[in-house]
């Protein structure tokens, strides 16, 4: 990596990786890892898909929302929320990392939650991206195991090596997430973008509906 790249290491606002909590947690985390880097993220890649419960409707308007000591003290969050975690935890651990956004089809997404959106695209699905072993390889940490099993989907592995996106297909061979495009990568969670992009994707007034009702909470 380059000098410009050393953002990648950097914490911000939002990605937070030099507060205490996310530093100890990695610590802990990555404790009987050694020194490599690819054993280290796949330790904390399965610590948050698997200790952070996916929450679809997790607020998602202020950058606060998305800041991974947050999401780390409320033990849950949706894809961007958990992806911010796991980026956090990767830089505190001294490996670069960055979020990266798709759209994405759900083609098992519950009625409830098409109902909620409108839709069944999910418009800026993030996921985190590392640097490891001279190229950049994708980790999605959305879906945990339990969940997982309970939508017969075999919960996604990462190995550190290989780029890990949702599966074409469920256990049962039908349908479950296509991807329709790329979004590029980022050094921080752009918020201003991600609502613009919702704003766009699902309506003005439903994302201002979804969060007056969060207000309301």
């Excluded at 998305?66 to 958990?82: D, E, H, P, Q």
């Amino acid at each position: 990596m380059d000098n410009m790249d050393k953002k990648y290491l950097a914490p911000t606002e939002i990605i937070d990786s030099d507060n205490k909590i996310i530093i100890e947690y990695a610590n802990d985390t990555v404790v009987d890892a050694g020194q490599d880097p690819i054993e280290k993220v796949v330790k904390l890649y399965y610590a948050v898909r698997d200790n952070i419960w996916y929450d679809p409707y997790y607020p998602f308007y202020r950058p606060e929302h998305y800041r991974a000591s947050n999401v780390l003290k409320s033990g849950r969050g949706f894809c961007i929320s958990k992806a911010s975690l796991l980026c956090a935890l990767a830089r505190a651990c001294n490996i670069p990392s960055r979020i990266g956004f798709a759209t994405v089809r759900n083609h098992l997404a519950t009625q409830k939650l098409i109902e909620f959106l409108g839709s069944d695209l999910f418009v800026c699905h993030g996921f985190t991206e590392f640097y490891l072993a001279g190229k950049w390889v994708k980790a999605t940490p959305t879906f945990n195991a339990d969940l997982c099993k309970k939508h017969k989907v075999i919960p996604l592995e990462f190995n550190g090596l290989e780029d890990s996106i949702f599966q074409t297909y469920n256990m049962e061979k039908k349908e479950f997430m296509e991807y329709l495009d790329f979004h590029g990568t980022y050094a921080d969670i752009p918020v201003d973008v991600i609502l613009a992009a919702w704003e766009k994707a699902y309506g003005k007034d439903r994302v201002r509906k979804w969060i007056d009702d969060l207000e309301k909470v």
